[in-house]
Each structure stands twice: as C-alpha cells, then as structure tokens.
RNA sequence: GUAGGCGUAGUUCAGUUGGUAGAGCACCUGUUUGUGGCACAGGUUGUCGCGGGUUCGAGCCCCGUCGCCUACCCCA
C-alpha cells in the first residue's frame, strides 16, 4: 500500500466540508474589503525566497523543498505566499503604476520541510491577502480589522497581539543597542540565543526559554525607540482598534519569522489548538518590492493557516437535502435517468442504480442524508408513476412522472 | 536534529503473571412478502505495523526497523 508522504494530508467528508467553509468565507469577506484573486505558481525559483525571507531564517535556511530541475534550475516548492505575489506584481509591472492601490488575494498549498505535528504540516494550506500602494496606517487597520470580520464569520475567539518592528530609519540603531545588551549578559543567554545575537538578534526576543525571557525584561524596547514616523502610526494603530472595539495586546516581543517586515506586525493566537498557535499573522512590508528590484512600493499583508482554523470551526449541522431515486424492478430503473435529470435542475439527486426492496431503498435515502425518497416499484413503473416520501414530514404521494 | 508516547477488526479501543484475540460503534440479514431513523435477535470482519530473537508456546518479553502522535525548534 502507497501512503501520502510525511506531514501531507487527505481531506474529505466533513474535513474537506470545513476546509471549502474556511475559504469561502475568507474569500466572501476579503472581496466585500476590495481584494481580488490572484493565482500565483507553487514553483519559484530558490533565489525568491533567499531574497525575501532571508537566508537567515529556518524557513530558508532548512525547511524548503528544494531542487534541481530538469533543465538544471534552482527551484523550489513556495513555503509561503507572499513572496510569489511580490514577484507577480513586479512582473506584471505594476509597480510604476504609482499612484495605484491593488489588492490581492490567494489561498492555496505551501510546503516546509519541517517535522510535523499538531497544526504543523510539510503541505499545508494558507488564505492570504497583500495589499499595494497604501502606505497610511489606516490600511494596516483595516487589514486587522477584515481578519476580525472573518474569525467573527467563522465563530472563532482569539487573542490579537500587535507590536511595531520600525522602519530603516529606527530599527538599526534599535538593532546596534539590543546587540550590545545581549552581549553584556551572553554568559547567561541560552545556546540558541548566543547564536541569534549575531544572526537574527531581534529573534532573541520571542525566545520560549524562561531563563531568557526574565533576562529580556530589562532589554531595550524598540517600542520604545521608534521614530517619530512609526511612533505616529503605531499610536494611531492603537487609537483605531480601541474606537472600533477590537480588543489587543502589544506585546513588545512580537517579531515575524520573515525578514520583510516592517513598522506594523501582528498576530492572531488561539489557545486551544496546542502549541502551534498562531492562527494568522502579517504586517507591513515597505521595502520588499523595492527589495525585489520594483519600484518602491508601500505595502501591507496577512495570511492565515487553514489547517489551524480547521481544529477550530465549527461547521453548521447539516440538513436532509435533495432527493435520492430508485427502483425495485430492474426495468424501473432504466425509467429513473429522465427523472433524475429532471430534479437536477433545481435539487441535489443521488441515483441508486441497483434494483432493492422499499425498505433498502428507505434506509439509502437516509444514508445520503436525502430530505426526499423516491422509488419506481412495480405498481408505479405499470402506471409510468413515482413514489415520493418527504423523510421530515413522512408524508408521502403517488405522481406521474411528467409532475416529477 | 532532540525527547516522550502509541501502532490489535472499517472505526474507537480492551486484552490479566506469555497459553495462537474480544467489546462498543459501523456493516449485513431477519422480526416487518412495499415503509427509513428506534428496538430486539442473529451474522460478517484481523498478515495483532514489519523483520529478527528468547520460549514447548509471543499481541504480551528482547533487539532492530518503519509509521503515527505530541513537545522542543520554527511558524500560518
């Protein structure tokens, strides 16, 4: 027996139903804000997300499938998705279209060679959106405030935390002062903190170690020490969720996995789904265009992890629906295709093909979950007529077929 | 890469100090010769993950291996 790969899933029956919900309700709310659908290959070259993401990060650095092919380039599955959408919109030259907004979203699989386990897949599914070309912190708001109106659509609690990663004009002398505070207590920094001062130090400080997180009370805040630019906006962030009712927490420690961002960054947590808990997250991302060799353009973006929100929703019960068609006789059921395609036009059929009893045919209907159970016996057949049972009202009648 | 837990029927799981497997659910049949869900009665279903070893005898003990899960790490 073959077996799907490591870390990649299946989904069916409810598990496929909850999935298809998530999306559509994502995509509902996220056209109602403006976005439209932009489809992007799951296959980019590696040099995309070296750029991007960073070399430095695990996503890069260990966990993309990578390889060579056939025609001996560098490629590799997305780990994520917005890197691909950059790159589109650069391609696609809209970046010289200055003063223009785009809006975009995507949904679809991302791989990371990682080691599985609960809410953390190899393949798995996000729902994203980018927006282009609004560099007011409005948009930022707005940003949170539709992934708001989507967890609200999808019956999901969460906790919003936010913090502000500054902008090239505040972060690297922020940067050069944590640098030098971890450094004066290095002896008593965890192993893998000793190695992040010099690779990623602001990653430092989302450290889980306890020891780590004690010594960090008293380290440099860079909410502290943003310009007055980000400052502004980040007040101004803040002022907007508190009017709007949308309940937050900054937490100073907060820092993206991703190297693009910038200013605005923020996460959606759930605590009951296990350790992997961030249901979605994104910020701001100024200079990634420009990064990718467009021209600067001021941008803003989210993704959320399908799989996550799948352990939380709830879906609606389902109800009887549609009709279920059989037959008794074997002649009878040759007469069902006609019928069956008559109700098409306006209700779900499940046709039975093989000959069975009434009851048979009954307990089929229930199976399907069919609101309507309509059988051609015998009797019925000679008289070119149909016998129908509503399974809610249990009522039941005699038609001809051409009333079906 | 590291650590812990678990692999027995379609499924969820039990299986005592080693004596060649059991329950619930599901499924099929009947009670009801043309009336579902409910009830009752009966019935079907297994390379006990795989490979070695110990033993008269292994689901159980030992070694190896594969897979799954959880956590570290990382992140959506």
């Not at 010289?96 to 791989?111: A, S, V, W």
């Not at 965890?190 to 992040?196: K, Q």
């Not at 400080?205 to 007055?228: A, G, R, V, Y």
Request: net charge neutral; charged share 30%; aromatic share 10%.
């Amino acid at each position: 027996m073959i077996n799907a790969l490591r870390g990649m899933k299946d989904l069916t029956f409810e598990e496929s139903e909850r999935f298809v919900h998530i999306v559509t309700t994502a995509i509902g709310i996220s056209k109602k804000y403006g976005y439209n659908y932009i489809e992007t290959p799951i296959l980019e070259e590696s040099k995309l997300f070296k750029r991007s993401v960073g070399e430095s990060s695990d996503i890069v650095g260990k966990e993309m499938y990578q390889f060579e092919d056939k025609g001996g380039n560098d490629v590799c599955m997305r780990p994520e998705g917005t890197a691909g959408v950059v790159r589109s919109f650069i391609q696609a030259k809209l970046d010289r279209r200055q003063n223009e907004k785009f809006k975009f979203y995507y949904y679809g699989p991302m791989f990371r060679y990682e080691r599985p386990q609960k809410g953390r897949l190899r393949e798995f599914h996000q729902f994203g959106c980018e927006s282009f070309g609004e560099a007011s912190v409005y948009e930022d708001f707005t940003i949170i405030q539709m992934i708001g109106d989507i967890f609200k659509a999808l019956g999901i609690g969460y906790d919003l935390q936010i913090n502000s990663l500054g902008c090239p004009t505040c972060m690297p002398p922020y940067r050069q002062n944590l640098i030098n505070f971890l450094t004066e207590c290095q002896d008593e920094l965890c192993e893998d903190c000793n190695r992040r001062i010099t690779t990623n130090p602001i990653r430092v400080l989302d450290c889980k170690n306890e020891k780590c997180q004690s010594l960090l009370t008293n380290s440099p805040k860079l909410i502290n020490s943003l310009c007055d630019s980000c400052d502004g906006d980040f007040k101004k962030l803040v002022k907007l969720l508190k009017s709007e009712n949308i309940s937050y927490h900054i937490d100073s420690n907060l820092v993206r996995g991703l190297d693009y961002y910038s200013k605005t960054a923020f996460e959606f947590v759930s605590n009951n789904i296990g350790s992997q808990s961030a249901i979605a997250g994104g910020g701001r991302y100024d200079k990634l265009v420009e990064f990718l060799d467009g021209k600067s353009t001021p941008a803003v973006g989210f993704a959320l992890g399908i799989e996550r929100i799948m352990e939380l929703v709830q879906m609606p019960e389902i109800s009887r629906e549609g009709y279920y068609i059989g037959a008794m006789k074997q002649e009878g059921v040759d007469a069902l295709f006609s019928l069956a395609s008559q109700k098409r036009a306006t209700d779900k059929v499940t046709l039975e093909y093989a000959p069975k009893k009434l009851k048979a045919h009954l307990k089929g209907a229930d199976r399907v979950n069919a609101r309507y159970c309509a059988v051609v016996g015998e009797d019925e057949f000679k008289e070119q007529k149909v016998w129908v049972k509503d399974l809610i009202q249990k009522q039941e009648s005699v038609i001809n077929w051409s009333d079906f």
